[in-house]
């Protein structure tokens, strides 16, 4: 199960960066722990349709991953959130399965969405 979390964590190194807009406070941790929802949620199915996990491993996984995904990405101090937020939102939940058709050893290559790239900004 390892080798699943690191799907997150290699997408969570390209996510965080410059951003733009200043939400109320609080708004984006949820929209930074809403984004690491989305990209287990659909990281995780896709390895249950592909086959390679198990189907009574998702709902573990999927909190595993997510929790991996919240500390990696540092949410706590997300302190801003991009303008294409929503739109990586829904590509996230649109991306084929078969980005994740690949060898086990390439999963930490798996990148979101380039619209994804630098839509938060995280405080020091």
């Not at 722990?33 to 990281?43: K, L, M, N, P, Y």
């Not at 390679?52 to 595993?64: C, D, I, L, N």
């Not at 996230?92 to 290559?109: G, H």
């Amino acid at each position: 199960m390892r080798s699943y979390l690191a799907i997150l964590i290699g997408a969570s190194l390209t996510v965080a960066g410059c951003g733009t807009d200043a939400p109320a406070k609080g708004e984006p941790e949820q929209k930074c722990e809403s984004f690491a929802a989305t990209w287990c949620q659909q990281s995780i199915g896709c390895m249950v349709t592909l086959g390679k996990m198990p189907e009574g491993q998702r709902t573990s996984s999927e909190e595993t991953c997510r929790d991996v995904g919240i500390a990696a990405l540092q949410c706590k101090k997300a302190v801003s959130v991009g303008a294409t937020y929503a739109q990586c939102i829904s590509d996230v939940a649109a991306l084929d399965c078969a980005t994740w058709d690949v060898p086990e050893d390439k999963y930490s290559t798996i990148q979101p969405p380039e619209v994804c790239r630098g839509i938060f900004v995280i405080s020091n």
